[in-house]
T-cell receptor, first 114, second 109 residues
Framework: EAQVTQNPRYLITVTGKKLTVTCSQNMNHEYMSWYRQDPGLGLRQIYY???????DKGDVPEGYKVSRKEKRNFPLILESPSPNQTSLYFC?????????????FGPGTRLLVL | GIQVEQSPPDLILQEGANSTLRCNFSDSVNNLQWFHQNPWGQLINLFY???GTKQNGRLSATTVATERYSLLYISSSQTTDSGVYFCAVISNSGYALNFGKGTSLLVTP
């Protein structure tokens, strides 16, 4: 089944404890990205990647890192999480970069930083 | 950046009723998608529809790109249709999906 998977789905952590949220797609998609969703602010892009080893900042990249070592995986790294990173996170992917394709979203990861 | 406005912000329907949700956008787009966010928070793809009309069961969508709006039609609504419906677009010069604020739909028995 074609899908985008994220792990973990739920995570409670404490300020400063490094964490990684994994994202994987099995559709051989070139483009992958991360969004966060917050009440009143909607969904905003954190980082995106056009292909292996090619990443760039989205609208809200502060406090996050990403890597794209393999085409299928695009982990989101919070090296020193803070409470303002409590949010619902989505990974997304699409076949190509130009925007003219359906973007598929993962199931989301709910993060609470205490 | 491109602006995306959805209306109405909230909608309450009785089961069986029909509804139309609207999405206006401020610039030319490469991509327009409709999503349903269910009560568990999952974003479900409904349509990829930068122009034209599509139908999928009780749902259909129309995008008039030249007039910069899209409509999502829900017919014979069911309680499982409840949730938030988002319109999202990618401008001709961008990569990110820009989401509207959504229409929150509650379908009552």
């Amino acid at each position: 089944e074609a899908q985008v998977t994220q792990n973990p789905r739920y995570l409670i952590t404490v300020t400063g404890k490094k964490l990684t949220v994994t994202c994987s797609q099995n559709m051989n998609h070139e483009y992958m990205s991360w969004y966060r969703q917050d009440p009143g602010l909607g969904l905003r892009q954190i980082y995106y990647s056009m292909n292996v080893e090619v990443t760039d900042k989205g609208d809200v990249p502060e406090g996050y890192k990403v890597s794209r070592k393999e085409k299928r995986n695009f982990p989101l790294i919070l090296e020193s999480p803070s409470p303002n990173q409590t949010s619902l996170y989505f990974c997304a992917s699409s076949l190509s970069v130009g925007g003219k394709e359906t973007q598929y979203f993962g199931p989301g990861t709910r993060l609470l930083v205490l | 950046g491109i602006q995306v406005e959805q209306s109405p912000p909230d909608l309450i329907l009785q089961e069986g009723a029909n509804s139309t949700l609207r999405c206006n956008f401020s610039d030319s787009v490469n991509n327009l998608q409709w999503f349903h966010q269910n009560p568990w928070g999952q974003l479900i793809n409904l349509f990829y529809i930068p122009s034209g009309t599509k139908q999928n069961g009780r749902l259909s969508a129309t995008t008039v790109a030249t007039e910069r709006y899209s409509l999502l039609y829900i017919s014979s609504s069911q309680t499982t249709d409840s949730g938030v419906y988002f319109c999202a677009v990618i401008s001709n010069s961008g990569y990110a999906l820009n989401f509207g604020k959504g229409t929150s739909l509650l379908v009552t028995p």
